[in-house]
């Protein structure tokens, strides 16, 4: 089966460094992904990782152990504008190589 | 203007009556998708295309059927609305090169009284 794990909701200080991980169980794996949801808008994508390790893109960064089928998103100097929910996709590796999704997590950033 | 355009934005509708989400893209991408979205459950998979030939069931495909009309076009329809249909539906396109990651449109929500 597949399954993915966030945590729910999490909250944050301007300025301050958050880190939102990601459990995953899938059938195959072709890589994981982050997005970045504003409410009531698209997703939008953020980082990919399909080798262990950490992937830097300016304030974010992403991780990855295949062996421990686990992710984490860190966002670093968080601004006002980061409050949204941050979802983890894991790509299939067979048939459709189709997307699985997270739940989500809904990160609020306070002055 | 996006580049994933989905009509109608909004709709709100009665049980048992037909309904049909559209979606076109400017990306030139073959792959399309239709998930929707639900509060605490993230995105579902409904059904996928990889080229005007090809239509996929995904996750969740029971009461919904697809029409990819040209590789900009994907449709979405519900042959007979009922409320446990009411979410937030996206479309989304993929590039089969680089990353692969999805682009989605902006959302239909339907509502289903």
């Known amino acids: 089966g597949q399954n993915i794990d966030q945590p729910t909701e999490m909250t944050a200080t301007e300025g301050a460094i958050v880190q939102i991980n990601c459990t995953y169980q899938t059938s195959g794996f072709n890589g994981l992904f982050w997005y970045q949801q504003h409410a009531g808008e698209a997703p939008t994508f953020l980082s990919y990782?399909?080798?262990?390790g950490l992937e830097e893109k300016g304030r974010f960064s992403s991780f990855l152990s295949r062996s421990k089928g686990y992710s984490y998103l860190l966002l670093k100097e968080l601004q006002m504008k980061d409050s949204a929910s941050y979802l983890c996709a894991v790509r299939d590796a067979y048939g459709g190589q189709n997307f699985v999704f997270g739940p989500g997590t809904r990160l609020s950033v306070l002055p | 203007d996006a580049d994933v355009t989905q009509t109608p934005r909004n709709r709100i509708t009665k049980t048992g009556k037909r309904i049909m989400l559209e979606c076109s893209q400017t990306?030139?991408?073959?792959?399309m998708y239709w998930y929707r979205q639900d509060p605490g459950l993230g995105l579902r998979l409904i059904y996928y295309?990889?080229?005007?030939?090809?239509?996929n069931k995904g996750e969740i495909s029971d009461g919904y059927s697809v029409s990819r009309q040209a590789q900009a076009k994907f449709s979405l329809s519900l042959e007979s609305a009922i409320p446990n249909q009411t979410a937030l539906y996206f479309c989304?396109?993929?590039?089969?090169?680089?990353?692969?990651?999805?682009?989605f449109g902006e959302g239909s929500r339907l509502t289903v009284l």
């Open positions: 295309s990889f080229d005007v030939k090809d239509i």
């Open positions: 989304a396109t993929s590039d089969i090169v680089g990353t692969g990651e999805l682009f």
């Open positions: 990306k030139g991408h073959d792959r």
């Open positions: 990782n399909v080798l262990d």
